[in-house]
Nanobody
């Protein structure tokens, strides 16, 4: 059984940082494309970025370039989304997703497995 579990969300002031974790079981994350998505209330789920061992980081949102990055800890079978210089418009529920064979996509339909999400709120 495959499971992705996100953690690390919370409330932070503008300019602050958070690191989200995506812990996997049932699959080896290093063999997958790992997408990070977010969904704000009343909006569609949008792709933020994707990472794969084959292609590196692909940004789908220009607004996060230079502020967000990802890393992978193979020993822990976990991926991390480091978010710096957070802005109120980054407020959303963040999801990690995995797709077999390094296939990054900005569409939620391109992913086989999803976590439950973790809430990020950026406010003064």
């Amino acid at each position: 059984q495959v499971e992705l579990v996100e953690s690390g969300g919370g409330s932070v002031q503008p300019g602050g940082s958070l690191r989200l974790s995506c812990a996997a079981s049932g699959i080896t994350l290093d063999l997958y494309a790992i997408g990070w998505f977010r969904q704000a209330p009343g909006k569609e789920r949008e792709g933020v970025l994707c990472y794969s061992r084959r292609d590196g980081i692909i940004y789908y949102s220009d607004s996060v370039k230079g502020r967000f990055t990802v890393s992978l800890d193979n020993a822990k079978n976990s991926a991390y989304l480091q978010m710096n210089s957070l802005k109120p418009e980054d407020t959303a529920r963040y999801y990690c997703a995995a797709d077999w064979a390094f296939r990054c996509s900005d569409s939620p339909k391109g992913y086989d497995y999803w976590g439950q999400g973790t809430q990020v709120t950026v406010a003064s």
